[in-house]
Structures are given as structure tokens and as C-alpha cells.
């Protein structure tokens, strides 16, 4: 095997090295560790922030960014509850999972259309629909949790198909849906062409300024459906749900080897990094690390793999 072909096979499946490596060492140094269960586990916690790390994907391969995500969740779970509370009607349940998922798509549409027509960066356009919606959520609840136990709603949290749970089948399904439409799809071309060469884009006739605000509003619906499956999950809707999870849903991304830069990326690989970012978080629970150091453990993950892109880039050019 040549240096080039052990180059490129490191570059396009070192992640997954990684991965098997943490797992391995973590359960050589937690008893227990080493089981299905504790795979279930990882995958059903990653399947709620991994839900928005897809949508993040499309996103970033844009250009662009999302830090609203996370409190599009807090907001839509206690749509959600507020919908099936009192009642057990699957009509309610199914309500409240359109519901979330329309509310979402039409903050995903704000998001993208200040960024694609307004022309606000989107940092800053999703950090003020961040505050935005996290304020909402307080409002529209009262700063109260609100009861979301209604059997029909709670079904796919609770239910179980051959070993496999509900939210670990929905997020397979996203995943493999997610992934023909990114790499097989005419608009999943796009958004590699928009994030790929914006001008070059515009030149070959391509609607830059749908796409984007397709890839937000495809973004925000990923938040809206994991919010409301997070309040099927925990039997409420709760105003402080969804900290942080932008963040998580960021670092999934990009160590999975999306760029931020723009035009590089692919759905199996986000999920290599959600992965990475579950295993983390289970491994320092069960060590009995501390919460706060495990922020700034994570922090500096982020920072690594944002490093180890630029320098990627750097050698390109």
C-alpha cells in the first residue's frame, strides 16, 4: 500500500479510527462499558442532538452556520406538550409532531431568508433567532415544564421494534434519507455548488438564494421534530431544554469532517461524529467527571477539529 493511498484512506476514515479507539479505551477503564447496552444507550442520546447535526451538515456545507438550533427545541417541545396536555388522541400527538415540525421550517425560513436575501451573516442572523426563540419558550410556557404524558405521544420514545428502539430507528431512517438526498439528489449538488463557489453557482444558473433558504428551513425542521421527540422522550416540554445543543450539533459536524469553510462533507461522516461526541459524553458520566470539566473537554475537541480543517486547507492550497 502506497503513502497516498494510507494518506488518503487516514483523511477519509480516521474518524471512524477514532472512534473504535475511544470506545476501546474507555471500556478497557470502565467496567461494564463494553456491552449493547451501553451501544443503545450512546445511539439513543446521540439520535436527539444527532437529528440536528444533520441539518447543521447541510448548513454548514453552505458556508454557513446555525446557533438557534438548540433553542428551536426548547420551543417546539413545549409546543408539543401544550398540545397533547390533558388529552391521548393520537390526532393530538400527531398535531404536535406537525406542529413543532412546521414551527421549525418557519424559523429555518427566517434564518435562511435574512441570510440568502438580507445578506446578515448567518452568525449573527441565528444568534439572534437563538435569543429569540429561547425567549419564546419562556413566554409561551411561563418558565414551567409542561406535561407532555400522553401514551400516544410518548409511543415512539417508548416503543421497540426487534430489540431496537423507537428513536434510534427514526434517526437511522433521517440518516439514510438525509444522505441520498444530499449525495444523489439535483439539490444536494447545489448545496455543495453554493458552498463549493457562490459566483461560480450564480454563473452555472443555479438558484443560490432558494438553496439556501431550503438548507435553513430543512435545518429548522431537523430542530422542530428532535424538540418534540425530546418531550416524547421526557414526558414534558421544558423551556430549558436545547442548551448547548447547537454547539454539540456544531462539533458533530465538523469533526466529522465537514468544513466550515464550505462545500466538504458527508451525512455518514456527521454521524462518525455525533458518535464521537455521545462516546465522549457517556465515558466522562460513567468516570464521574466532573459536568464542568467536561465543557471544557468538549470545548477543546471542538477547537482541535476546527484546527486540524484549517490546517487540512492550508496544505491544499
Known amino acids: ?14 474518524m471512524v479510527l477514532i472512534l473504535i479507539l475511544l470506545f476501546l479505551s474507555l471500556s478497557a477503564s470502565i467496567d461494564g462499558f463494553f456491552s449493547a447496552r451501553t451501544v443503545w444507550s450512546i ?14 451538515t447541510f448548513i454548514i456545507i453552505t458556508t454557513g ?8 427545541v426548547a420551543l417546539t417541545a413545549v409546543v408539543s406538550a401544550s398540545i397533547v396536555t390533558g388529552g391521548d388522541s393520537v390526532s393530538a400527538a400527531l398535531v404536535a409532531f406537525g406542529a413543532s415540525i412546521v414551527i421549525g421550517a418557519a424559523l429555518g425560513a427566517v434564518n435562511g431568508g435574512l441570510t440568502a436575501i438580507g445578506s ?29 404524558s400522553s ?19 427514526l434517526y437511522i431512517i433521517i440518516v439514510i434519507g438525509s444522505h441520498i438526498l444530499l ?10 455548488a453554493v458552498g463549493g463557489n457562490l459566483n461560480a453557482a450564480k454563473i452555472c444558473g443555479i438558484n443560490t ?44 459536524a465538523v469533526i466529522g469532517g465537514v468544513s466550515l469553510s464550505g462545500g466538504l462533507g458527508t451525512i ?32 477543546s475537541i471542538i477547537i482541535v477539529a476546527v484546527l486540524l480543517d484549517t490546517l487540512k486547507r492550508r496544505k491544499k492550497s
Open 268 to 299: 455518514p461522516m456527521c454521524v462518525i461524529g455525533a458518535l464521537i461526541i455521545g462516546t465522549t459524553n457517556k465515558g466522562l458520566n460513567m468516570l464521574g467527571v466532573d459536568p464542568y470539566w467536561q465543557q471544557i473537554i468538549k470545548g
Open 151 to 169: 401514551e400516544a405521544f410518548t409511543w415512539i420514545a417508548d416503543v421497540n421494534f426487534f430489540g431496537l428502539p423507537g428513536l434510534v430507528l
Open 209 to 252: 438564494t432558494k438553496t439556501l433558504i431550503w438548507v435553513y428551513v430543512l435545518g429548522g425542521a431537523l430542530s422542530g421534530l428532535a424538540g418534540a421527540l425530546l418531550a416524547s422522550r421526557t414526558y414534558a416540554g421544558n423551556p430549558s431544554y436545547g442548551l448547548s445543543w447547537e454547539l454539540d450539533a456544531i462539533a458533530a
Open 183 to 192: 449525495s444523489r439528489s439535483t439539490f444536494g449538488r447545489h448545496v455543495y
Open 1 to 14: 500500500m502506497s503513502n497516498l493511498t494510507l494518506k488518503k484512506m487516514i483523511n477519509s476514515y480516521g
Open 43 to 56: 445511539i439513543e442520546q446521540v439520535s436527539m442532538f444527532g437529528i440536528i447535526a444533520i441539518g447543521v
Open 65 to 72: 452556520i446555525d446557533l438557534s438550533s438548540g433553542s428551536v
Open 120 to 148: 446578515i451573516p448567518p452568525f449573527i442572523a441565528t444568534l439572534g433567532m437563538m435569543i429569540i426563540a429561547r425567549g419564546a419558550a419562556q413566554l409561551y410556557s411561563d418558565g414551567r415544564p409542561i406535561d407532555a
